[in-house]
């Protein structure tokens, strides 16, 4: 009897992961120690409030959205990423809001003459295609 109760409860505990999905996100990190990371996401977090923020990259493994759209998104933002930016940090996040929505984020920074750093997060129109 506690043979089959453990093995109901183990299959019901396996339903529940799979059903909950097994989107592995990466966290946002300030991989090449920019000054201008951490008012980015603060920035992103005062407009956001409660979001969590990820690498834009995490957008393939959304399991809930075509892997057409996933890898076209992937290859823009990443060519995006590449161009010499106007700005003195030019990014892209992306974020999951506390209604378990997703978003891409595009933040430029700006160093001001008075050497405070000035944030400007947009969200992207591409964020259509994340829900």
Do not use: W
């Not at 966290?27 to 980015?40: V, Y």
Request: proline letters at 4%.
């Amino acid at each position: 009897m506690k043979t089959i109760l453990k093995g109901i409860l183990a299959l019901g505990l396996i339903s529940f992961l799979a059903g909950c999905g097994g989107d592995s996100l990466t966290k946002a990190e300030n991989k090449d120690n920019s000054p201008f990371f951490n008012p980015a996401i603060e920035k992103i977090k005062s407009k956001y409030p409660n979001c969590e923020i990820y690498d834009y990259t995490s957008i393939k493994n959304l399991s809930h959205v075509d892997s057409k759209i996933r890898n076209s998104l992937i290859q823009f933002y990443t060519r995006e990423s590449q161009e010499k930016p106007l700005s003195d940090y030019s990014k892209y996040f992306l974020i999951k809001t506390n209604e378990n929505k997703y978003k891409i984020i595009g933040i430029d920074c700006y160093k001001e003459k008075n050497n405070s750093i000035n944030c400007d997060p947009v969200e992207t129109k591409d964020s259509k295609y994340l829900n």
